[in-house]
């Protein structure tokens, strides 16, 4: 977490004890770059924390593009309507290894605007239903925490529970759209 920012003093405990990959934008600054990853986000992409802060998390993505879900988290994050989103998208490791990676967002409000943008990575390992419903169930967790530190630094963490739970259906639509050659 960068010291500097503001929801570092609340967020980092949470960050640093959290097995699941976290992250955290600012979408006040310029191209909304990452002030906070946790031990799980670099021990996934393979990058330090000093590698990836300040940067658009885009860095994970494809030299050849993400495909037509990179649109779709653009107008997610431009859209303060949508306030929280999961996208399946192909990304790649500091080592250069392609992985899928299932991208949820969230977004955090202050005097009511939006001010954050809080971001899960998961990755998807076909046939392994069990470590998806494990990870849901960490990312709940962390949510919870998440949402009462964002309260009492004067923050409402907006989107449901009903999202964090849907990634069996969002990962059963991607291979169905795989197999159908859907954009
Ligand atoms: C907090 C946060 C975490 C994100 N994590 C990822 C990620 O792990 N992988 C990825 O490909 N994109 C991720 N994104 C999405 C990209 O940063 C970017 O928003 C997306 O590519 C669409 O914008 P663009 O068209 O300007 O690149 C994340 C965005 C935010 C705000």
């Given at each position: 977490m ?8 609340g967020?980092g405990?949470v960050?640093d004890?959290s097995?699941?990959?976290?992250s955290?934008?600012?979408a006040r600054?310029?191209?909304?770059p ?7 986000f670099?021990?996934?992409s393979g990058?330090t924390?000093e590698?990836a ?11 050849g593009g993400?495909g ?5 988290m653009r107008?997610?994050?431009a ?7 999961k996208f399946v998208v ?11 990676n299932l991208v949820?967002?969230?977004k955090l409000?202050?005097d009511g605007?939006i001010r954050?943008?809080?971001?899960s ?11 998806l ?7 709940q967790?962390d949510?919870?925490e ?10 409402v963490?907006l989107?449901t529970f009903?999202?964090?739970?849907s990634?069996?259906s ?14």
């Amino acid at each position: 977490m960068d010291n500097k920012s503001e929801p570092a003093r609340g967020f980092g405990d949470v960050f640093d004890k959290s097995g699941v990959s976290l992250s955290l934008a600012d979408a006040r600054l310029d191209d909304a770059p990452l002030i906070g990853v946790n031990t799980a986000f670099c021990k996934m992409s393979g990058y330090t924390a000093e590698q990836a802060l300040g940067r658009n998390c885009r860095f994970l993505q494809p030299s050849g593009g993400a495909g037509p879900v990179r649109g779709r988290m653009r107008s997610f994050i431009a859209d303060d309507q949508l306030t929280e989103g999961k996208f399946v998208v192909p990304n790649v490791r500091a080592d250069g290894a392609p992985f899928l990676n299932l991208v949820y967002m969230s977004k955090l409000k202050l005097d009511g605007k939006i001010r954050y943008i809080l971001g899960s990575q998961f990755e998807i390992v076909r046939h392994d239903d069990k470590a998806l419903g494990l990870y849901e169930m960490a990312l709940q967790q962390d949510i919870r925490e998440l949402r009462l530190v964002a309260g009492e630094m004067g923050m409402v963490m907006l989107g449901t529970f009903g999202q964090l739970a849907s990634s069996y259906s969002i990962i059963a639509e991607m291979r169905l759209s795989d197999v159908r050659g859907d954009t």
